[in-house]
């Protein structure tokens, strides 16, 4: 039986690589992936998804627009898909999130959701909102904070390091603008009792 799955972190917890791997491992065995990534983080290229640690690999875009289930069912038609690999997962819409779900259970192909699950201000993104409420299978990929706790949360920093409290949910960046933090850490730089 397929699942829809969501693997979710805080930045920095190696989310793309392990997304990378997945694929290299069904690739390698002679199996088709899709690979997606939000149309708007074109931090490593439009159409790329790359991590960290110096891999990547083109990818097809989405935005909110973008009817999922029909992108993949027009994917599959052309090479038979033995799964789906989303990146920046935390940008899909409700609806997109629910297109994933009929495509693990009436096509039968496993989707793989990668993604932050809070925005710098500890509230949830709408694709991980209802990603943790609807996937068959949930996993949480560790980083830590400076403390050495295991980091949940992220801040947003100006270039100067000063926190960032107030603002639109989405700013895309990375390292240089944000800083994983334990719930404790967070709560001081945030000011939150």
């Excluded at 989310?15 to 931090?43: P, V």
């Excluded at 052309?78 to 690999?85: E, I, K, P, R």
């Excluded at 009436?106 to 710098?120: A, E, H, Q």
């Amino acid at each position: 039986m397929a699942k829809l799955y969501f693997s979710y972190s805080a930045m920095n917890a190696g989310k793309t690589t392990i997304l990378l791997q997945a694929s290299h491992n069904y690739n390698e065995r002679g199996m088709n992936t899709l690979l997606l990534t939000a149309q708007l983080d074109d931090r490593a290229g439009a159409g790329t998804i790359a991590s960290r640690i110096g891999l990547s690999s083109p990818a097809q875009t989405f935005h909110a627009e973008t009817n999922l289930g029909e992108l993949i069912t027009n994917a599959h038609q052309q090479a038979h898909l033995s799964c789906v690999l989303v990146d920046e997962a935390q940008f899909l819409t409700s609806a997109q999130v629910w297109d994933l779900a009929a495509v693990a259970d009436n096509m039968k192909i496993p989707v793989m959701c990668y993604g932050l699950r809070t925005d710098f201000q500890g509230n949830l993104f709408e694709g991980s909102a209802t990603l943790l409420a609807v996937a068959d299978n949930l996993r949480e990929i560790r980083t830590i904070c400076h403390c050495g706790s295991k980091a949940t949360m992220v801040v947003r920093q100006t270039q100067g390091g000063d926190v960032i409290r107030e603002g639109d949910q989405i700013e895309i960046g990375g390292n240089d603008k944000y800083v994983s933090l334990c719930r404790k850490h967070w709560s001081e730089v945030m000011g939150r009792p």
